[in-house]
């Protein structure tokens, strides 16, 4: 089945400064890439998504991007604001997605 | 507003008691799962369903069972608790499957003693 691997764990970043999450993934059939959001107490929430077909989508402030040649993936935060602190997964599939292990977010003002 | 729910939120239970997790949806999605989040290890599925009457073990499903008896229920049942299983428990739903956007319920935090 797939494999995803997120890095880093947890990432510090500065109030304004940018945030970079990467991923990587086993399978090369895998087309739909979703980046979700949790915070504390809460379930994950959507924030962005890549299909196979596209290298790149943005969204405001965030920006996903997709190398399929190296099965990566990366979640681009610019300007960070406080409330972009959580817990951020990745995913990854074809048939079913499969998560990554997530990275705590904090953003210190 | 269409929504997904769980109960209980809490949930402490001893080790060979069957526990269910009751997970329902209004949104009137076709697609349910069941996954558990634990530290270091994310998001990990334990079984899901496609429709009514149909259900498929996710990559942990041993110890855990679910029926789908209606579009808007899928209850996940702990046969017998065991330590292993403490864990918070997340239900979601999609209209199309596991490549759309799933809608994750609030959560259910399950302790085994």
């Known amino acids: 089945g797939e494999n995803v691997e997120q890095h880093p764990s947890t990432l510090s970043v500065q109030e304004g400064d940018s945030a970079v999450i990467k991923c990587t993934y086993s399978?090369?059939?895998?087309?739909?890439f979703p980046w979700y959001k949790q915070e504390l107490g809460k379930g994950p929430q959507l924030i962005i998504d890549?299909?196979?077909?596209?290298g790149e989508k943005k969204d405001q402030r965030i920006a996903v991007t997709l190398n399929k040649t190296a099965k990566h993936f990366s979640l681009h935060i610019t300007e960070t604001q406080p409330e972009d602190s959580a817990v951020y997964f990745c995913?990854?599939?074809?048939?079913?997605?499969?998560f990554g292990t997530g990275t705590k977010l904090q953003v210190i003002p | 507003d269409a929504e997904i729910t769980q109960s209980p939120r809490h949930k402490i239970t001893e080790t060979g008691r069957q526990v269910t997790l009751a997970c329902h949806q209004t949104w009137n999605h076709n697609n349910m799962f069941w996954y558990r989040q634990d530290l270091g290890h994310g998001l990990r599925l334990i079984h899901y369903s496609y429709g009514v009457q149909d259900t498929n073990k996710g990559e942990v499903s041993d110890g855990y069972s679910v029926s789908r008896s209606n579009t808007e229920d899928l209850p996940l049942t702990l046969e017998s608790a065991a330590s292993s299983q403490t864990s918070v428990y997340f239900c979601?739903?999609?209209?199309?499957?596991?490549?759309?956007?799933?809608?994750f319920g609030p959560g259910t935090r399950l302790t085994v003693l």
């Open positions: 995913a990854g599939g074809y048939q079913k997605v499969t």
């Open positions: 399978d090369s059939a895998s087309n739909y």
């Open positions: 979601a739903s999609s209209l199309t499957g596991t490549r759309d956007e799933q809608f």
């Open positions: 890549i299909r196979s077909n596209v």
